[in-house]
């Protein structure tokens, strides 16, 4: 008989169990959505793009330097040279 009471009790807590969790399981909380709009343009360069105006150099082509004091010079592969003065 007392066998009985708790194994009735064991699957009634077992059933409770299951009935919660099933209903905490289903429930959900509301969802807030909220929108929000870009209005920031980017600039976008690709990998490897480098823009040459007439104040830069292109350190690829740079084959020797020489610094002294007085500033930095520059030989580049066709024979020409850039002196920056400090």
């Known amino acids: 008989m007392k066998r009985t009471f708790r194994t009735i009790g064991i699957i009634a807590t077992m059933g409770i169990m299951i009935v919660s ?3 905490l399981g289903t429930t959900q909380a ?21 823009p040459l105006h007439d104040n830069i150099v292109d350190m690829d082509t740079v ?10 010079q520059l030989y580049f592969e066709d024979g020409s040279g850039y002196f920056w003065e400090r």
Do not use: M, N, R
Not at 30 to 50: A, L, R
Not at 63 to 72: K, M, N, R, V, W
């Open 21 to 23: 969790a099933y209903l």
């Open 30 to 50: 509301e969802t807030i959505i909220e929108v929000q709009t870009v209005t920031e343009t980017k600039e976008v360069i690709p990998d490897g793009y480098i």
């Open 63 to 72: 084959i020797d330097f020489s610094a002294t004091e007085y500033g930095l």
